[in-house]
Each structure stands twice: as C-alpha cells, then as structure tokens.
Nanobody, 129 residues
C-alpha cells in the first residue's frame, strides 16, 4: 500500500526553524524524485522544493530559496525539509509528494502539482509574527 506521511509541523515564532519529515512506504522510494508543496490559507497549492531520485540535484521556489534545504535518506525512505528564518508568509499546510515518473523520464518542470501522483495528508506550519 502506497503511503506518504508528513510530520514535524507546528507553531513557531518568526525567525525560527522547523524540520519537516515525510516517511514513504509501499514503493521503490530511491528511483523517484520527491517534492514539497504548501497551501497557504485561502490560496492555491504552490511548489516549495524538490530533490532528484539520485539526490544529486535540488530545486527551490524563489520564496524559500536560501532559507530551506531539502534532503533525502533512501535507507529510511524519508525526505526532509529544513526551514530556517521562517516568516509569517510561510504559514501553510505542507505536503510531501512523489513525482509521477521515475528517474528522469519526465523532463517537464518540477513545480507542477499535476506531475506528482502520490500525496501525503499534510502537516500544518504556523509562523507567528
């Protein structure tokens, strides 16, 4: 059974840090690019970060670039998102997702939600000013 379970969200003060985790099971984790998306209150889901199946390359949204780090541990079937210098505008439900195609078989950009076919239920991140 395919599963993605996010954890690590919570309430933090502006300028603080948070480490999100996404535990995967039920499929071959190591051959898929993984991504993080978020949905702020009243807004559409948006791209945050992605990491290739090999772990050799990463990509970030401009809004979090320089403040966030995505990583993966294939031995634990887990992808992480370390977020530092948090801002109130980072408040959102954060989702972990698996890209639809394995390896590099889909050359389209990583920031499109439709290119990911498995999603977790999300974890809430709230940043107080």
């Amino acid at each position: 059974q395919v599963q993605l379970v996010e954890s690590g969200g919570g309430l933090v003060q502006a300028g603080g840090s948070l480490r999100l985790s996404c535990a995967a099971s039920g499929w071959t984790f190591s051959i898929y690019t993984m991504g993080w998306f978020r949905q702020p209150p009243g807004k559409e889901r948006e791209f945050v970060a992605a990491i290739t199946w090999s772990g050799s390359s990463t990509d970030y949204a401009d809004s979090v670039k320089g403040r966030s780090t995505i990583s993966r541990d294939d031995a634990k079937n887990t992808v992480y998102l370390q977020m530092n210098s948090l801002k109130p505008e980072d408040t959102a439900v954060y989702y972990c997702a698996r890209r639809r195609a394995p390896y590099y078989s889909d050359p389209t950009p990583w920031n499109l939600p439709d290119k990911y076919n498995y999603w977790g239920k999300g974890t809430q991140v709230t940043v107080a000013s």
